[in-house]
């Protein structure tokens, strides 16, 4: 399946490991359509993990030719290069792609990576291996088209669509994943404010732990 990607910017208050509350902004990867697809998307996916108010900063394209998802606590960036000789010139010729990869180190995203691309028939080199500040990926999934009405349980293709419908200058409010928010649109970054502020159950271990402010967990083999 085809994915374009983007890069949504979100700031929020969050609590961190000293248990002070600090305003901080991070990425998103999400899979989307368009510019105001992306930002819908952004608020309909990362809503239910966020208590208090929260704003889409910025959202850029993302050059990510594939990625591969699945355990793991960081996301890294890979970029490989493919060798392929040029029949009439016998000199090699190198074309570069880039592949984000979950895993919870390094050394695990390199072996992904040989992982996933054992088979393939093309020569290619790891040039590059670095961690990104990427606190989660929202890759499209299909969902049931005949949902016509906002679901309180679940992300519904109808808060994604309304979302998407709004125009610049508006303020109203919806349901997102079970929680009433008003999306403020009347200024330079769209706000998302809950109508009535409520914290996630301590207890409630949704999302990363890196978006909830603690050190990622290492994971038992």
Avoid at 72 to 93: H, M, P, S, V, Y
Avoid at 180 to 203: F, M, Y
Wanted: with cysteine; hydrophobic share 35%.
């Amino acid at each position: 399946m085809l994915h374009t990607w983007f890069e949504s910017k979100v700031r929020y208050e969050k609590t961190m490991e000293n248990g002070k509350d600090k305003k901080v902004v991070e990425p998103y990867l999400v899979d989307a359509l368009s510019f105001t697809e992306a930002e819908a998307r952004t608020i309909e996916e990362v809503t239910p993990f966020i208590s208090g108010e929260f704003s889409i900063m910025a959202i850029k394209r993302a050059s990510y030719d594939e990625t591969f998802l699945g355990d793991g606590d960081r996301f890294f960036k890979c970029r490989l290069a493919f060798i392929t000789l040029d029949e009439k010139t016998a000199a090699e010729k190198k074309t570069k792609s880039n592949i984000l990869v979950q895993a919870d180190n390094l050394q695990e995203a390199k072996d992904k990576v040989v992982e996933q691309m054992k088979g393939t028939m093309a020569d290619y080199t790891i040039e590059m291996v670095k961690e990104t500040d990427i606190m989660d990926v929202y890759p499209y999934s299909e969902r049931a088209d005949h949902i016509d009405s906002i679901d309180e349980a679940a992300n519904s293709p109808v808060v994604s669509h309304f979302i998407t419908s709004l125009p610049d200058n508006c303020r109203t409010s919806v349901q997102v994943g079970g929680k009433s928010v008003i999306i403020d649109k009347t200024g330079p970054a769209t706000r998302v404010i809950p109508e009535q502020p409520d914290e996630l159950p301590k207890d409630e271990s949704s999302g990363s732990d890196r978006r909830k402010g603690k050190a990622p967990k290492k994971k038992k083999s």
